[in-house]
């Protein structure tokens, strides 16, 4: 089956405490990216990657690291988490982005409290 | 940037009922999709359709990218319908594919 998967699903964690979210495709997908969505703001986009070894900030970066080692997969990393990173967070990727290739999958959302 | 407008922002449906939620858009799009997030607050794909006309049995979708919106239908709705519908483009300039999502329809079907 096509997804997109996340890990953990649900993450209750403290302050300074750095985490990792792993990400994982299995469609053979170029592009990948992180959002997360809090009320009232909705989704925004966090980093991405257009392929390997290639990733860009999004709107919100700040507190946030990510990696693209292999095609399939796209951590996100919170080295001292914060608060205020308390968030649902979500992983999307697709083929690439013209034309149909652009339809962007979403992994199931991980929900993230920092204490 | 393109501003993205759903309405109506609260839907709530006997079950069976029809209805229909609407996307507008400020300007051109060359990419538009559905999503429905449900209770526990995954994010399904429903719907690419950039322009034209899908149907996914009672869920069917147009666009009609000239005059700047989209029409999401449910027909014979069912309480596992519930939740909240996104229509989502992308942001003009930096990254293509960082989407703009709408506020949302929140969708209540009742038994």
């Known amino acids: 089956e096509a997804q997109v998967t996340q890990n953990p699903r649900y993450l209750i964690t403290v302050t300074g405490k750095k985490l990792t979210v792993t990400c994982s495709q299995n469609?053979?997908?170029?592009?990948m990216s992180w959002y997360r969505q809090d009320p009232g703001l909705g989704l925004r986009q966090i980093y991405y990657?257009?392929?390997?070894?290639?990733?860009d900030k999004g709107d919100v970066p700040e507190g946030y690291k990510v990696s693209r080692k292999e095609k399939r997969n796209f951590p996100l990393i919170l080295e001292s988490p914060s608060p205020n990173q308390t968030s649902l967070y979500f992983c999307?990727?697709?083929?690439?982005?013209?034309?149909?290739?652009?339809?962007?999958?979403f992994g199931p959302g991980t929900r993230l409290t920092v204490t | 940037g393109i501003q993205v407008e759903q309405s109506p922002p609260d839907l709530i449906l006997q079950e069976g009922a029809n209805s229909t939620l609407r996307c507008n858009f400020s300007?051109?799009?060359?990419?538009l999709q559905w999503f429905h997030q449900n209770p526990w607050g995954q994010l399904i794909n429903l719907f690419y359709?950039?322009?034209g006309t899908k149907q996914n049995g009672r869920l069917s979708a147009t666009t009609v990218a000239t005059e700047r919106y989209s029409l999401f239908y449910i027909s014979s709705s069912q309480t596992t319908d519930s939740g909240v519908y996104f229509c989502?483009?992308?942001?003009?300039?930096?990254?293509?594919?960082?989407?703009?999502f709408g506020k949302g329809t929140k969708l209540s079907v009742k038994p």
């Open positions: 359709i950039p322009s």
């Open positions: 999307a990727s697709s083929t690439g982005l013209a034309g149909p290739a652009y339809e962007q999958y």
């Open positions: 300007d051109s799009v060359n990419n």
């Open positions: 990657s257009m392929n390997v070894e290639v990733t």
């Open positions: 469609m053979n997908h170029e592009y």
């Open positions: 989502a483009t992308p942001r003009r300039g930096g990254s293509q594919g960082n989407l703009i």
